[in-house]
């Protein structure tokens, strides 16, 4: 009797610890469509569900995507390209257009929980120079969304590396900060950001980083392979290249007066082909020891208690621009066979 109840309190412990780990995570698929032989959206659904991928970032609305995702258990940040933003002209009426057709059509049905505002901020991003400033756009996509009843649903930007200004090939954290340009774009978005407790996203390419500085940045580092310390920074030791770039970011919004915003990292991964050291197998450690990594739960060296959220690129896509590298970054081939398991 004694025993019989033991065993079910400890299975009921490992249910419950399992389904912590599961939830605790955060591993998302960036799903872009720049590819002639790709999967039809359903198909890309059925890849999510068999891999029990929960959630995916789309560049851009799909209405097939989004209509086959209903009903489904998987999360949607939803992207408004550049030229989108641009195209509202700072008007409040364009902006309820876009949310009612391409977000309140879909939800609940669809687990909608981001809006991403333009493309990728970087420092020569398009937006930068546009008549209107993207602050009014973040703004007025928030107004859309708490008057068609959708107020749950956060809106952000995401960057990438170049918005930060460090010109040392292997920067520590604690020197980062954006340009002064970029910062002042950054900065009245930020505040909102704050404000209405959404994350702050950016990319994450060790990769690049590596290719630019092969001998600073060596790939044992970049790959996340390192067993000795590569960085000290202060008191903080680092043994890989990703959490030196994530840092910088968490150093970057502490100077900005936001010590506590969230960080989703929007993309990464490493490229199976088309560059210096981009090989099926250096795809398959970066992507196995990041995601051990991030299963850890034990953060970034500066944010241990803040559990790193990724977002992946789900399909090769034969239609990127050049370099040819870009093409190859998926987890998964243009024809939707995964190159190398992988646990979400
Ligand atoms: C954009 O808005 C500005 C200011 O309201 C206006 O002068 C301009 O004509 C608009 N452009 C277009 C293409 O509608
Ligand atoms: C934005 O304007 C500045 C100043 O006029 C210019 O130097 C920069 O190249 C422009 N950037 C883009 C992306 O058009
Ligand atoms: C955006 O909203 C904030 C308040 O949440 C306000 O302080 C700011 O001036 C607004 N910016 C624009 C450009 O409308
Ligand atoms: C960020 O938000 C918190 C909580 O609402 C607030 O106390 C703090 O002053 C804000 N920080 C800035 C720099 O606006």
């Known amino acids: 009797m004694v025993s019989h109840k033991m065993i079910s309190l400890l299975l009921v412990g490992l249910l419950f610890a399992a389904n912590f780990n599961l939830s605790e995570a955060h591993i ?134 170049s918005v930060l200004e460090q010109l040392d090939p292997n920067p520590v954290p604690s020197t980062a900060d954006f340009w002064l340009f970029t910062g002042q774009f950054l900065d009245p978005i930020l505040k909102i950001l704050n404000e209405t407790g959404a994350p702050f996203m950016t990319s994450v390419y060790p990769y690049y980083e590596h290719i630019k500085f092969p001998n600073e940045i060596n790939s044992e580092f970049a790959l996340l392979s390192s067993t000795c310390s590569g960085l000290t920074d202060g008191k903080y030791c680092y043994q890989n290249k990703f959490d030196v770039m994530l840092d910088a970011y968490y150093v970057t919004l502490e100077k900005r007066g936001y010590p506590n915003m969230e960080i989703i990292v929007s993309e990464t991964g490493w490229p199976s082909d088309g560059g210096l050291d981009a090989t099926l197998k250096n795809e398959k450690t970066y992507i196995t020891n990041l995601l051990k990594h991030v299963r850890k739960g034990t953060g970034t060296p500066r944010r241990p208690s803040k559990p790193i959220q990724v977002y992946l690129n789900l399909l090769d896509e034969n239609n990127r621009g050049s370099p040819e590298i870009e093409k190859h970054f998926g987890v998964f081939t243009s024809d939707g066979k995964i190159k190398f398991p992988v646990k979400f």
């Open 28 to 161: 998302g698929v960036t799903y872009g469509t720049a590819g002639n032989n790709l999967p039809a959206p359903e198909e890309v659904v059925a890849l999510l569900e068999e891999h029990k991928i929960s959630r995916v970032r789309l560049l851009e609305p799909n209405k097939e995507f989004l209509t086959a995702l209903k009903g489904k258990d998987i999360e949607v940040m939803l992207g408004m390209t550049n030229n989108v933003v641009n195209s509202f002209n700072g008007s409040q009426l364009e902006t309820d257009k876009w949310v009612e057709e391409h977000v309140k059509a879909y939800v609940p049905d669809v687990k909608i929980k981001y809006i991403v505002v333009g493309n990728e901020v970087s420092r020569n991003n398009d937006l930068f120079n546009v008549s209107f400033s993207a602050e009014l756009v973040v703004n007025q996509t928030l107004i859309a969304l708490q008057d068609l009843g959708l107020k749950d649903i956060k809106v952000t930007i995401s960057c990438d590396r």
